[in-house]
């Protein structure tokens, strides 16, 4: 059975920094691509970062200089690195897995599986 399990949110001030995980289990992880997306209340879904199975790395525009996406392929988990947090990337942060592991995987129609979500939360 797949499982992506999120942890690590909560609340921070603007400027401040979160570290978010993602343990997988169920799947070969390590040939797959792993990527964070997000969702913001009344917004559509959006890419943030992705990392191939070879450690490739992908951003968002937004993201781009304050975020690191990194991978631990003995411990089956990703981590999102969040600094210089703004108020406008508060929202839900989603796991996800794609089985194209050597392409980057920031387009959700790559994605093949998903976590439950994590909430992050930017205050001014």
């Known amino acids: 059975q797949v499982e992506l399990v999120e942890s690590g949110g909560g609340s921070v001030q603007a400027g401040g920094s979160l570290r978010i995980s993602c343990a997988a289990s169920?799947?070969?992880?390590?040939?797959?691509?792993m990527a964070w997306f997000r969702q913001a209340p009344g917004k559509e879904r959006e890419g943030v970062a992705s990392?191939?199975?070879?450690?490739?790395?992908m951003y968002a525009d937004s993201v781009k200089g304050r975020f690191t996406i990194s991978r631990d392929n003995a411990k089956n988990t990703v981590y999102l690195q969040m600094d210089s947090l703004k108020p406008e990337d508060t929202a839900t942060y989603y796991c996800?897995?794609?089985?194209?592991?050597?392409?980057?995987?920031?387009?959700?129609?790559?994605?093949?599986?998903w976590g439950q979500g994590t909430q992050v939360t930017v205050s001014s």
């Open positions: 996800a897995a794609s089985v194209l592991g050597r392409s980057d995987c920031v387009d959700d129609r790559r994605i093949n599986h």
């Open positions: 169920g799947f070969t992880y390590s040939r797959y691509c």
């Open positions: 990392v191939t199975m070879d450690s490739g790395t």
